[in-house]
């Protein structure tokens, strides 16, 4: 069993910048951060494979966020620069046992609890 724990979030101004971490308990293989908007389903941000050489954006962040691991320290990270209101969400981290990079959140055996991101106008 593998427990994921987010920290980073916040309230920000747009145009700011918050970074957000998540440290997972055991190894994992595949990493992604998702977020979901009130009334809104969940969605896939960034995932990054283990080895970091392959990572997925969201059309919707690209150029503003950046996904990045350090496996010796057991943690993800989601850059994320130039907010927007409607980057306004719960951030999870979530992780699988299965070294293939998915957007499907089906796909995912583990999930943080989540971390609020709030920017104002």
């Known amino acids: 069993q593998v427990q994921l724990v987010e920290s980073g979030g916040g309230l920000v101004k747009a145009g700011g910048s918050l970074r957000l971490a998540c440290v997972a308990s055991g190894r994992t293989f595949v990493m992604g951060w998702f977020r979901q908007a009130p009334g809104r389903e969940r969605e896939s941000v960034a995932v990054?494979?283990?080895?970091?050489?392959?990572?997925y954006y969201a059309d919707s962040v690209k150029g503003r966020f950046t996904i990045s691991r350090d496996n010796a320290k057991s943690t993800v990270y989601l850059q994320m620069n130039s907010l927007k209101p409607e980057d306004t969400a719960v951030y999870y981290c979530?992780?699988?046992?299965?070294?293939?990079?998915?957007?499907?959140?089906?796909?995912?055996?583990?999930w943080g609890q989540g971390t609020q991101v709030t920017v104002s106008s």
């Open positions: 990054i494979s283990r080895s970091g050489s392959s990572t």
């Open positions: 979530a992780a699988r046992t299965y070294n293939m990079i998915t957007t499907s959140s089906e796909e995912y055996d583990y």
